[in-house]
């Protein structure tokens, strides 16, 4: 076990909608990350919060959005969603150069 | 573009064997190389990591090469065993943004 939780760890919806994943990093971990897994593209990195404010940008489409709150747990927004949006979004939180993953939250867009 | 590639795609190696993962990587400003771990249904998990200062690390059963006049790095897995069956990412950062670079990732799989 990582530390590192996400929800939900399914997520089935249908295009043009919104969802919210969540996630709540280790214990002191002050840095998340979002990233991007598909068959396509491998795991590709989305963003960076680093005890909230955002700290880097990866080819993140601006469709999606996230945020890191006071808690620091993080949010990824993702809204008007296409079939290419189905894949896994894993997140990673640090306090040095260790990267934790989550689980994991499967979104599928029909 | 694809900062890091990684070879093979897939591998296949009898237990006891030896299982070599290779990455090439372009931007010279990198200088963490970590390798993760990926079961199914599982996030990726570090396995092992290397700064360019060094040519060799080994933890294990588990050695990183580098080379960086290169710009390559590698994975070698001894005596490889079943429960190695996973796919293996190796990543490159640069500096303190911690944002990783994925190669491809290789799916391996151990012949008992």
């Known amino acids: 076990d990582s530390g590192v939780t996400q929800t939900p760890k399914h997520l089935i919806t249908a295009t043009g909608q919104r969802v919210t994943l969540r996630c709540s990093p280790r214990?002191?971990?002050?840095?998340v990350y979002w990233y991007q897994q598909s068959l396509d593209q491998g795991l590709q990195f989305l963003i960076q919060y680093y005890n909230g404010e955002e700290r880097a940008k990866g080819n993140i489409l601006e469709r999606f959005s996230a945020q890191q709150f006071p808690d620091l747990h993080s949010e990824l927004n993702l809204s008007s969603l296409e079939l290419g949006d189905s894949a896994l979004y894993f997140c990673a939180s640090s306090d040095n150069d260790i990267q934790y993953f989550g689980a994991g939250t499967r979104l599928s867009v029909l | 573009q694809q900062q890091v590639k990684q070879s093979p795609q897939s591998l296949i190696v009898q237990k006891g064997g030896i299982s070599i993962i290779n990455c090439a990587y372009e931007n010279t400003a990198f200088d963490y190389f970590p390798w993760y771990q990926q079961f199914p249904g599982k996030g990726p998990a570090l396995l092992i990591a290397i700064r360019p200062d060094v040519s060799e690390k080994k933890e294990g059963r588990f050695t990183i090469s580098f080379n960086k006049s290169a710009k390559q790095f590698s994975l070698h897995i001894m005596d490889s065993q079943p429960g190695d069956s996973a796919t293996y990412f190796c990543?490159?950062?640069?500096?303190?943004?911690?944002?990783?670079?994925f190669g491809q990732g290789t799916t391996l799989q151990v012949k008992p």
């Open positions: 990543a490159a950062s640069r500096g303190n943004t911690g944002k990783l670079i």
């Open positions: 214990s002191g971990d002050l840095s």
